[in-house]
């Protein structure tokens, strides 16, 4: 059964706008939370993270918004450019006992596609 | 580029064989993870090493094994070949798994296709 969810295999979106991906999680012991990004041909790309003590996680263009109670987040880009076209991974994990980092769940991935 | 690097970038061989793929983590990263990624699938875990001991194992088939070497470059062994084996496979390297906030760099993968 999937602990992480990305409902949307693709999304398109217009240069200059918003893109919001989605995802969606079931274990409620997830305690931290990471996006990734794909292009072809490489390996995913670390882009932004959040603990579950907070509830956003802003980086230059990037905002992550984490809802605990809906066991949902989301990644904002804004504005989107054609760059950001790439496979974006939703990624969870579980602290240890003892506070170390628990093994890595991803999502399936949505391909984002920016148009000029 | 991350700094972690995998080789070969393409396997192809045949059914009931066996393939050795190499990873080189990133300079300092004591830690090495592979993962696997077959057609539409997520990345799957499959096992983790750090400064040469296995730390942790996810769904990785008996048939699979890895090991870390002194040098931390770590290989990932994959016996009795089947047709679903067939995937991309990653490998990511971090600093500090204790830190629970400890980021994971990703190399380029190797793409497996069994025939």
């Known amino acids: 059964d999937q602990q992480v969810k990305q409902n949307s295999p693709s999304l398109s979106v217009q240069e200059g706008r918003i893109s919001i991906l989605n995802c969606d999680y079931t274990?409620?012991?997830?305690?931290?939370f990471l996006w990734y990004k794909k292009y072809p041909a490489e390996g995913p790309t670390f882009l932004i993270s959040i603990s579950s003590i907070k509830d956003k996680n802003e980086d230059g263009r990037f905002t992550v918004f984490l809802n605990k109670s809906a066991k949902h987040l989301s990644l904002h880009i804004v504005p989107s450019q054609p760059g950001d076209s790439a496979v974006y991974f939703c990624?969870?994990?579980?602290?240890?006992?003892?506070?170390?980092?628990?093994?890595?769940?991803f999502g399936k991935g949505t391909k984002l596609s920016v148009k000029p | 580029d991350s700094g972690v690097t995998q080789t070969p970038k393409h396997l192809i061989t045949a059914t009931g064989q066996r393939v050795t793929l190499r990873c080189s983590p990133r300079?300092?990263?004591?830690?090495v993870y592979w993962y696997q990624q077959s057609l539409d699938q997520g990345l799957q875990f499959l096992i983790q090493?750090?400064?040469?001991?296995?730390?942790a194992k996810g769904n990785i088939l008996e048939r699979f094994s890895a090991q870390q070497f002194p040098d931390l470059h770590s290989e990932l062994n994959l016996s009795s070949l089947e047709l679903g084996d067939s995937a991309l496979y990653f490998c990511?390297?971090?600093?500090?798994?204790?830190?629970?906030?400890?980021?994971?760099?990703f190399g380029p993968g190797t793409r497996l296709t069994v025939l």
């Open positions: 300079s300092g990263d004591l830690s």
């Open positions: 090493y750090y400064n040469g001991e296995e730390r």
């Open positions: 990624a969870a994990s579980v602290m240890n006992y003892g506070g170390s980092q628990g093994n890595l769940i």
């Open positions: 274990n409620s012991m997830f305690d931290y």
């Open positions: 990511a390297s971090s600093v500090d798994p204790q830190n629970p906030t400890d980021t994971q760099y």
